[in-house]
């Protein structure tokens, strides 16, 4: 059966899993299912599959019926079923965008008084969501700053605990946009180890969104969430805005009743459009992680460059190097680098650019860069930005599948102008 995810590499599961054919006409490629309601065969039929949807028990219970396209549909279980085939996962739930499926997570599993922990720097509207939102229900945050040194995640753990009852840890690894990276297994092993002392162990969430599901498989170091914005490496072309997390039934189904009554869920043709972007997903990475490897040593050995955080550069010998080994299949193809000087020569650089795009957002076919601190981060304030390592200075870059020659052609003539 081609859409039998047993057995099958995560590339394979990307383009045979989620869709069977025969449940279409024999269509090769899945129909957009643009219905938002869905007809019983009867008022009895009607009854069993609410009780099957709301209990999960009765005749109808297991069989794929759809109600209502906002609890779900037919594209959305497609996607669904795919990428927890690629994450390695028993379920996922796909939402509107990354930020609804951080916003659903938080509201699920954190109620008045607790405390979260995250690691920083992480994206500005999860460090909004966190640091802006959650204060207003009476929920303490605290950072990480070193992801990878065990005392100081243990120390920050104790700071939060003392603030109530820890909830959440949640860690975006390579970081948004320093790439800074978080041990997922030593994160793992924290809050298992508050789980034994307090009783209540937390959920650990990961932000997978800079490497995405084939370069890095959070879920096989023991995560309870792999949170990814879809929006980015799995869609692909900058033309679509969607959010997913995979994990154990057990904590994603309380994430889809929880979509049905938010309202989050991601329309039918988003879906189709992911699936399909799903298919090539590695294949567009492998190329765009070769482009930057060979833009970030352009740029590391550039005289304007003051300094260049690439995952792929990162010293032999040191905690970071030993965890990027150990959990990372590839380096990436989003970084950051500094200029010598602030903002005037990063806005130089920015505004002289003729292939590469303006703009924020990253994982596209296309090369973006950014100014973080007045765009991706300009919500964050100053001292959390600095300390997160984001300067005034500080320019990410998305490198996509272009010629390699271009995109250097193009930042040397820029930096001419700086
Ligand atoms: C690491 C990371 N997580 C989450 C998000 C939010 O995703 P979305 O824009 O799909 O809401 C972003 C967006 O840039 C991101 O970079």
Request: net charge negative; charged share 20%.
């Amino acid at each position: 059966m081609p859409h039998d995810p047993r057995g099958f590499h995560p590339e394979t599961l990307a383009i045979a899993g989620g869709y069977d054919p025969a449940s279409a006409s024999g269509a090769a490629k899945p129909p957009v299912y643009l219905s938002s309601t869905f007809v019983y065969e009867s008022a009895g039929q009607a009854k069993d599959i609410h009780e099957a949807y709301f209990r999960g028990t009765g005749p109808e219970a297991g069989k794929p019926h759809y109600i209502y396209a906002r609890l779900s549909h037919p594209n959305l279980a497609m996607l669904e079923t795919r990428l927890a085939a690629i994450d390695g996962a028993e379920r996922a739930a796909v939402f509107a965008s990354g930020m609804a499926t951080h916003s659903a997570i938080a509201l699920q599993y954190l109620r008045p008084g607790d405390s979260v922990l995250h690691s920083r720097p992480i994206y500005g509207g999860t460090d909004a969501l966190y640091n802006q939102m959650l204060p207003h229900f009476r929920i303490a945050t605290v950072p990480i700053l070193d992801g990878c040194d065990g005392t100081h995640i243990r120390a920050q753990a104790q700071k939060a605990m003392a603030q109530g009852p820890l909830g959440l840890i949640v860690i975006e690894t390579p970081a948004n946009p320093t790439a800074a990276i978080t041990d997922i297994a030593l994160v793992v092993a924290v809050a298992e180890e508050i789980g034994r002392q307090t009783g209540r162990r937390p959920l650990v969430v990961c932000d997978n969104t800079f490497l995405a599901p084939f370069a890095q498989r959070p879920v096989e170091f023991g995560v309870d969430l792999c949170m990814t914005s879809l929006t980015k490496y799995c869609g692909g072309h900058s033309d679509l805005l969607a959010g997913g997390v995979s994990g154990r039934a057990e904590v994603i189904d309380p994430l889809l009743m929880l979509r049905t009554m938010l309202g989050s869920h991601c329309d039918p043709f988003t879906c189709w459009l992911v699936l399909r972007s799903l298919e090539s997903v590695h294949v567009r990475s492998e190329r765009a992680m070769t482009n930057a490897a060979a833009v970030a040593a352009f740029l590391r050995d550039h005289p304007k460059v003051a300094g260049i955080t690439y995952l792929g550069f990162i010293p032999e010998g040191t905690p970071q190097r030993a965890v990027f080994d150990r959990q990372c299949k590839g380096a990436g193809s989003t970084f950051s680098f500094h200029l010598h000087g602030g903002e005037a020569e990063a806005f130089r650089l920015l505004d002289a650019l003729r292939l590469v795009k303006l703009a924020v957002s990253l994982g596209g076919s296309e090369t973006l860069a950014c100014h973080s601190a007045s765009t991706t981060h300009y919500n964050v304030p100053a001292p959390d930005r600095l300390a997160g390592g984001i300067t005034e200075g500080t320019i990410r870059m998305s490198v996509g599948i272009e010629h390699v020659d271009d995109l250097i052609a193009d930042l040397a003539q820029a930096l001419e102008q700086v």
